[in-house]
């Protein structure tokens, strides 16, 4: 049987040892609530020194050893996942027995994060974080991946159980019913310590973009605000681990080694009562979210957005705090409901969704003229505090899932970002074709035959399914397919050509032909435009027409054509140009905008960062452009004529910046924080 042999003395010396400096805690007095979370974060930040990854093995040399549990084990790792605190240890390490997998328990130690890392990973604090002794400890490897990102809580049904009793297994914890990992009650104290301690340390980091997302059901980090930091289930089982295994001499030496290797503490151990001073009140919370997801419909399966077209949305809303909820109602600033209904009651935890049927929204006209390739929408949840309907109300915003970071448009510290539903394929309306077409043909002396392709149809279209054919000497087959290669930004053309052509002709061509194929045409030879092997384009007239049609001329197709016809009428949608005529290839006029190989310039435009503070900067000018900023609800917020390679947007949001080149331009959605 194991004693912890310390005389009155002993223990007594070691908690002087184990006090921190005079005044340490000073700014913290007085204080009660978050705001004293927030005074702690300041302590315990102001001054911290960001160790190695490595430095942590030297560290456990004197923080994690096992001489509290055996006098005689100081050169021991205590790993609280096979630490037997009443008996012989299963298997015990010596500090230099790591390694980096393992089959079996007693094969190695590694670095077990209580909060797990891979919910930071990518943060550019990582390494403050990562290296954060307060909450990075050794452990036995095999134990540590049974563990792997599950939170902690109690275990009903166990899938694991290691050899000092640590198990994994379906939860029993209210409020949570997935898989948790629950350690020895030995041990539940300190790890409830330096959890609390991690979501004061880094207390700003609650809804951080760049960390997992707040809604991944292992992270218990989420909770209705920042203050709380975890959802309510996992704080009420902290606070009460904390209570049930109070701090130990042992906690108490290894905060004051912590100190001394990166100069900060966990004041929950030094002030256990600071736990409650901030949390204790967290049963009379009262919190609800919610959550909004849209689904676009192509109602007429065309790949074309048109009205007809629909967005289905999955809502949900979830009780977030510790009162039950009455009379939960939806409403949306756009679609219908199509079985609106109350909720009588919602339980401390719960989540209904799709509660008021399928919600609905037609597209409209002003979708398909908007700038916005997108629908923007919201939803609003209200809930009583009591079974009456003229009690007290709450009150949520729904958040878009797929968006890492927090607008907080009410400033309630909830996530609620409004939800954007890309508009995924052309539009038929406004100001946008709904399909490439043929915008110039040249059928000049020799070999100098060109076929121009425009694309104003809003997106970059990949090539890989068109291709170009012929009909030799007006009559016959469709001959010398032709596969188009590559792609073809929106606001651009796509020049295939004969590779024997003049220079200037080659010198815009983006592909070259060889002969016998589509481009090796003459004047009375129809040329077709084909999508999957379908004729969507043509010049000239299959099977019939004027003979010679086309000879020795340049066709340009006219501004007001917007868009493909299977039908040839030279003399309403064509202008004809002299012989060898190229000095428009490479550049097509539609409605008022102009593309070409120097608006290509556009496409290798960069915003940063994005998300940003609300500076942005833009990379890759070559050329003046306007700026152009529109909320999400398609109204102008900035326009302005770039004079240097930055601009500004005061209110945090999600914008769409245009930036306008020879009345082109090119959209790109972004962040400010």
């Not at 000239?540 to 004027?546: K, L």
């Amino acid at each position: 049987m194991k004693q912890i042999l310390l005389s009155l003395f002993s223990l007594s010396s070691l908690l002087a040892l184990a006090q921190p400096p005079a005044g340490y805690y000073d700014s913290a007095q007085g204080l009660t609530g978050f705001a004293l979370k927030t005074e702690l974060k300041s302590i315990t930040s102001n001054g911290a020194v960001v160790k190695t990854y490595g430095d942590l093995l030297t560290l456990y040399v004197t923080s994690d050893n096992d001489e509290f549990y055996d006098t005689n084990q100081e050169n021991t790792v205590l790993d609280i996942y096979s630490e037997n605190p009443t008996g012989a240890d299963p298997y015990n390490y010596s500090f230099s027995q790591g390694g980096a997998s393992a089959t079996a328990e007693g094969q190695g130690t590694n670095r077990e994060h209580l909060y797990p890392q891979g919910f930071f990973n990518s943060n550019d604090n990582e390494d403050t974080m990562r290296n954060d002794a307060h909450h990075v400890v050794p452990s036995d490897i095999f134990v540590n991946s049974a563990r792997n990102n599950f939170p902690f809580g109690v275990v009903g049904n166990t899938t694991f159980v290691s050899q000092n009793g640590s198990k994994l297994g379906n939860s029993i914890t209210p409020g949570y019913n997935l898989t948790v990992f629950e350690p020895i009650d030995e041990f539940k104290g300190d790890v409830a310590r330096s959890l609390l301690y991690f979501a004061t340390r880094y207390e700003d980091k609650w809804n951080d973009p760049q960390w997992k997302d707040l809604n991944d059901e292992r992270d218990a980090r989420g909770g209705p605000n920042k203050g709380q930091w975890y959802d309510t289930w996992f704080i009420n089982l902290l606070l009460q681990w904390h209570a049930q295994d109070p701090v130990s001499a042992r906690e108490l030496d290894r905060n004051n080694e912590v100190y001394i290797h990166q100069n900060n503490r966990n004041p929950f151990i030094d002030n256990p009562q600071y736990v409650s001073s901030i949390w204790g009140n967290i049963a009379d919370i009262a919190a609800i979210t919610g959550t909004l997801s849209g689904t676009y419909v192509d109602a007429n399966n065309d790949q074309l957005v048109n009205l007809g077209d629909q967005i289905e949305y999955s809502y949900t809303v979830t009780n977030a705090g510790n009162k039950t909820l009455f009379n939960i109602n939806i409403a949306s600033s756009k679609g219908v409901f199509s079985a609106p209904a109350p909720v009588s009651e919602l339980l401390s935890g719960a989540t209904i969704t799709d509660f008021s049927g399928t919600l609905t929204y037609a597209i409209t006209q002003a979708d398909l003229d908007s700038s916005c390739e997108c629908v923007a929408n919201q939803t609003t949840f209200n809930a009583n505090l009591e079974m009456s309907t003229t009690s007290p109300l709450l009150s949520g915003l729904s958040d878009d899932p797929t968006i890492n970071t927090n607008i907080d448009v009410d400033g309630d510290s909830y996530p609620d970002d409004i939800t954007i539903t890309a508009l995924p394929f052309p539009r038929t309306g406004g100001s946008n074709s709904n399909e490439l077409f043929i915008s110039e043909f040249i059928e000049g002396s020799s070999f100098n035959k060109a076929i121009e392709i425009a694309n104003f149809t809003g997106a970059t279209v990949d090539l890989s399914v068109y291709s170009l054919k012929r009909q030799q000497n007006g009559a016959g087959a469709w001959v010398g397919n032709t596969p188009l290669v590559g792609s073809v930004l929106d606001g651009d053309v796509f020049v295939a050509a004969n590779n024997q052509a003049n220079t200037d002709i080659l010198a815009v061509a983006d592909q070259q032909v060889t002969g016998g194929n589509a481009i090796d045409y003459n004047g009375n030879d129809a040329v077709g435009l084909f999508k999957n092997d379908v004729l969507i384009d043509i010049v000239g007239t299959f099977n019939g027409g004027p003979a010679n049609f086309a000879q020795d001329i340049t066709l340009v197709r006219k501004p007001e054509v917007t868009g493909p016809n299977l039908t040839f009428d030279i003399d309403a949608e064509w202008t004809s140009f002299p012989r060898n005529t190229s000095t428009d290839l490479g550049r097509h006029t539609y409605n008022g905008a102009t593309a070409g190989e120097n608006d290509q310039l556009l496409s290798a435009i960069k915003i940063y960062p994005n998300p940003s503070k609300g500076t942005f900067y833009i990379g890759g000018l070559q050329e003046q452009v306007n700026v152009i900023v529109y909320d999400v609800v398609g109204k102008v917020v900035l326009k302005k004529e770039l004079t240097g390679n930055q601009f500004s947007i005061e209110q945090p949001g999600i914008y769409f910046v245009k930036l306008q080149s020879n009345s082109l331009s090119r959209t790109i959605k972004v962040i400010v924080q």
